[in-house]
């Protein structure tokens, strides 16, 4: 009888725990296929976090930064769902500034335009970041709804700007 009863356990055990190995899990989204866009931010991190309850953990990358700082967060978890895509009207534009800065202008098609208007319409005072190859590469809070399309991204070095042109590229649409 106490056979019987040990079987039993151990396979009540066993059905418990592929269960529990079976249950559905929370979709997980690489940050590199993210999206170039304009993201919600909903966390700050100053190292890689071991796991994250909201949104995508990316890096921040200060190497866009002209004048980053140590404080600045290393890491930022996204909103992977509400987001504006960097589909841009034109090539992006590049202008040097005298004190060594570079800005690029990005203009953005209708229909990203559209989205820009209304994301950051629901996102006042809310900090976005702009994310292109799976990072962040700035990060804002939103002061009024941008609703001319035409994005700056400023402060960032000669190479980085020069980097993000050529990321850029593909984000053209005709």
């Given at each position: 009888?106490?056979?019987?009863?040990?079987?039993?356990?151990?396979s009540v055990a066993i059905i418990v725990c592929l269960s529990a190995c079976s249950?559905?899990?929370?979709?997980?989204?690489?940050?590199?296929?993210?999206?170039?866009?304009?993201?919600?931010?909903?966390?700050?991190?100053?190292?890689?976090?071991?796991?994250?309850?909201?949104?995508?953990?990316?890096?921040?990358?200060?190497?866009?930064?002209?004048?980053?700082?140590?404080?600045?967060?290393?890491?930022?978890?996204?909103?992977?769902?509400?987001?504006?895509?960097?589909?841009?009207?034109?090539?992006?534009?590049?202008?040097?500034?005298?004190?060594?800065?570079?800005?690029?202008?990005?203009?953005?098609?209708?229909?990203?335009?559209?989205?820009?208007?209304?994301?950051?319409a629901k996102n006042l005072n809310k900090p976005v970041a702009i994310v292109i190859?799976?990072?962040?590469?700035?990060?804002?809070?939103?002061?009024?709804?941008?609703?001319?399309?035409?994005?700056?991204?400023?402060?960032?070095?000669?190479?980085?700007?020069?980097?993000?042109?050529?990321?850029?590229?593909?984000?053209?649409?005709?």
């Open positions: 009888m106490q056979i019987i009863v040990t079987r039993l356990f151990v249950s559905p899990r929370k979709a997980v989204i690489s940050p590199k296929t993210l999206p170039d866009g304009m993201y919600l931010v909903l966390a700050e991190y100053p190292m890689a976090p071991a796991s994250s309850e909201q949104g995508v953990v990316i890096p921040f990358s200060h190497d866009f930064l002209l004048d980053a700082s140590e404080e600045d967060p290393r890491f930022l978890a996204v909103d992977p769902v509400d987001f504006v895509a960097l589909q841009l009207a034109s090539a992006p534009e590049q202008s040097e500034q005298p004190d060594q800065r570079v800005n690029l202008l990005l203009s953005l098609n209708s229909m990203a335009k559209d989205q820009l208007a209304a994301f950051t190859g799976g990072q962040a590469v700035t990060k804002h809070k939103v002061k009024s709804v941008i609703d001319g399309g035409k994005l700056l991204i400023s402060w960032c070095t000669k190479f980085a700007c020069e980097k993000l042109l050529v990321e850029l590229q593909d984000n053209v649409r005709r």
